[in-house]
């Protein structure tokens, strides 16, 4: 089983930008969140979330990512179980998602980088004062963190079977609880 310090490992030899980093340490954070909430095996859950674009700088495309990472981390010794989370959260891939756990990731793989677009415009640029209301009155507005499929967010958030503003509320909690590590200075007065 690959632990924590494992897949970071991983993550810094194949990452070298910090909000692609950042990006994957939300969705470890929202992975762990639902898999304590849950009742899952909060590691296993969390090393998928982290791992989940271990490849993207060296595997930029559709074509590529993430079915050419898959290889390099059976090779590492993760787990199957990972490794197919990981194929099935790209629609392209043809992985389907079975799991709670792959639709987890799945569902919390896109909307880390909106709620992170919405907490850094706010004149508090924190995610301790953020609510599913702020993105809420963010979603409508299309060239708003263009690169968050909205359409993605919402059918990942029900085929996991939560409600979007419901999964949005969780994933603000989980992300704040690592807010200094994705790069929020909060304010803990």
């Known amino acids: ?3 924590r310090s494992e897949a970071l490992s991983i993550v810094q030899e194949y990452i ?6 950042r990006h ?13 909430k ?12 982290l791992l989940h674009d271990f490849d993207w700088e060296i595997h930029p495309t559709l074509e590529q990512h993430p079915q050419a990472g898959a290889p390099i981390l059976r090779q590492r010794g993760v787990p199957e179980v990972v490794v197919r989370a990981i194929l099935s959260h790209a629609d392209h891939t043809g992985v389907p998602r079975q799991s709670t756990m792959e639709k987890a990731l799945a569902a919390c793989d896109e909307i880390t980088g909106l709620i992170t677009a919405v907490a850094l415009v706010r004149p508090s640029r924190s995610l301790n004062d953020l609510t599913a209301a702020s993105v809420k009155k963010k979603w409508k507005d299309r060239a708003f963190a263009a690169g968050a499929s909205r359409e993605e967010i919402e059918s990942t958030t029900a085929e996991f079977g939560v409600e979007l ?5 969780n994933v603000i909690l989980a992300m704040r609880g690592i807010a200094p590590e994705l790069g929020f200075q909060e304010n803990l007065a």
Do not use: S
């Open 38 to 49: 849950l009742g899952e095996d909060t590691e296993l859950w969390g090393v998928t979330g």
């Open 24 to 36: 994957m340490l939300a969705v470890e954070a929202a992975m762990r969140f639902y898999a304590q």
């Open 165 to 169: 503003w419901e999964h949005v509320d």
């Open 16 to 21: 070298k930008n910090i909000n692609l980093i």
């Open 1 to 3: 089983m690959t632990n």
